[in-house]
């Protein structure tokens, strides 16, 4: 293991490198592509080979200074992502070289990571191993917990879900339509409302770009009115939605990626009165605070996707010097599916 | 009985009516004092002799026309209020002549009310009967629900609470500090938060009018966090409260009354993201949605208040020509204790 450990010091590591905070999209003026030498690994650490890297509209949030619910990334660190790879050398004793894990690791070749910090991919028949960053993952996970823990709908009922033919959100339609709901999605082209309602079942779906009258659209579309909304936008979406809300509704405040580029301090909904007025929740949601049924969410994806009953797409995209541009593709509402940097191994 | 109903017929009714919605705080041009005829009682409902009006900051929601839980007082009807009164004459087979009731009526000397949207006042030794337009009413029940119901205490937690040293406010404090919480109150004045620590048993009050960073005040006096937040206020003291909340907090959204007499749109808070970092609940709130619960809530206050466990004012101001000056005390935080106009009988 040392022999292995000392190897990894002699290795080079590309890394995506935060050396200033993104005001706007990020560039390649704030992330830097450098090369450095893969670190000494300590007791309890293992070096992880990185084959797969998330790209998720949250890191952008991590490089701002805001509070929140990680801190910010540090200024001179490598970009926090989430990625799949392969161990290369161990000082933990639940690690062997070979093994596949997943963890909150960062934009590199090479992660550095606590072993009690890293999960085992376990593969079943017909599993990808990146599936463990996409339908396995965050992107998974996030619309298993949110639409059911905390949306809790019930059968006959309205979910709203934004950003509808993103990663998340074509998933929160597909899983609310499974339990008998009326599933209506907003998206940003014809193009992806098409898609959501005739291949992925959605009732229907509200082109939010070109739609003269957002309430007015919401409201035709949720006739009985919306029970949850699923919200991974923020903004004007929000505010429309919230002239819409049934009495009892749950608003799933999952992410708000109108906001996240923004260089001045947003103000929160016009309508927030609504959510009194309708005797409505807004629960703030991360899929981090479920991580203890995190198995049972895999269990069931994995379920649904191979009886077909949910579909999803992954966008994988070769190249560590591609992230950037891969990243922005989501604040252009461009990525087509779950977005993925694949690494040549 | 229909005797008394065509006495009634022939009786003046002084009453408050809405002309135009007001701009800002209501004046006299927007709601004017005219003497009617009281109508003709039909089938099923009763006239009320009005002894006490209430004077809410709800009110003012109601006179503008923007959506919300109740429909806006419609343009030259009687101004809407909870009304605690004595049945003058009756066409409903549950009521008589003689009996206290109490109901949403409105600003007037007499209201006539559907015999079923009316309660009893049923009276022990101890109580008056303007209790069930404060203690017993809204205002006592508003913090009994809200706080157990909704914001659902735990010994040891943090309670902050807006406008504390209002009626709602003043009890909210009282009842976590029965529950065995920290109760810290914002106020706007140095006397009312000199009022709620010593006299009623808050642990820490902040003069949010005088603190030069009210974020670092609320942060002071709530070191472990906001666990709940009961707010009646919105507006900035609810931005400032987002940035001290504890994990898993939650906000009982009660009133927003720096909001209420805006002429402009009012954005929401700028740090709303905060209820997603900290996984927080932001929850609606009406207390008639636990009109079954309110005999227990009734008989709780009432032991509470002749235990002396829970202190709260009144301020009685004699006269249905001082209505509006009430009103606008509310506003300018100018009242001492649940404002009520009592009527000479």
Request: with cysteine; aromatic share 8%.
């Amino acid at each position: 293991l040392k022999e292995k450990a000392s190897m990894a010091e002699s290795m080079i590591n590309r890394r995506l490198i935060l050396q200033r905070r993104p005001k706007g999209l990020a560039t390649w003026e704030e992330v830097v592509l450098r090369d450095e030498p893969v670190a000494q690994l300590q007791d309890g650490q293992v070096l992880i080979r990185n084959h797969y890297l998330s790209i998720d509209p949250a890191i952008r949030d991590w490089m701002s200074d805001r509070p929140s619910y990680l801190p910010p990334i540090p200024l001179g660190s490598v970009v926090r992502s989430t990625t799949v790879g392969e161990i290369s050398a161990s000082r933990h004793p639940n690690f062997v070289p070979g093994e596949l894990v997943v963890g909150l690791n960062g934009w590199e070749d090479y992660s550095i990571a606590e072993g009690d910090q890293v999960g085992k991919v376990r593969l079943e028949p017909g599993d990808a191993e990146q599936y463990y960053l996409s339908i396995f993952g965050a992107v998974g996970l996030t619309p298993y917990f949110g639409l059911l823990a905390v949306g809790k709908p019930l059968p006959g009922e309205t979910v709203l879900v934004s950003a509808a033919a993103g990663a998340v959100g074509s998933l929160v339609g597909q899983i609310a339509k499974i339990k008998g709901c009326r599933a209506v999605g907003l998206a940003g082209t014809d193009e992806k409302c098409r898609w959501i309602v005739e291949e992925l079942g959605f009732d229907a779906a509200i082109n939010y770009r070109t739609s003269p009258d957002l309430v007015a659209a919401i409201g035709d579309a949720c006739p009985n009115g919306v029970d949850i909304y699923f919200d991974n936008v923020g903004g004007a979406v929000l505010d429309a939605t919230l002239l819409n809300l049934a009495k009892d509704a749950r608003i799933v405040f999952c992410g708000a990626i109108s906001t996240y580029n923004s260089e001045t301090p947003v103000p929160g909904p016009y309508n927030l009165w609504q959510i009194l007025a309708r005797s409505a929740t807004l629960e703030g949601y991360l899929v981090s605070d479920y991580l203890d049924r995190f198995p049972e969410g895999i269990e069931q994806m994995r379920k649904w996707v191979s009886s077909g009953q949910i579909h999803f797409k992954e966008q994988i995209i070769d190249g560590l010097e591609n992230t950037l541009d891969a990243f922005n593709l989501l604040f252009e509402g461009r990525n087509e599916g779950k977005l993925l940097i694949r690494l040549a191994v």
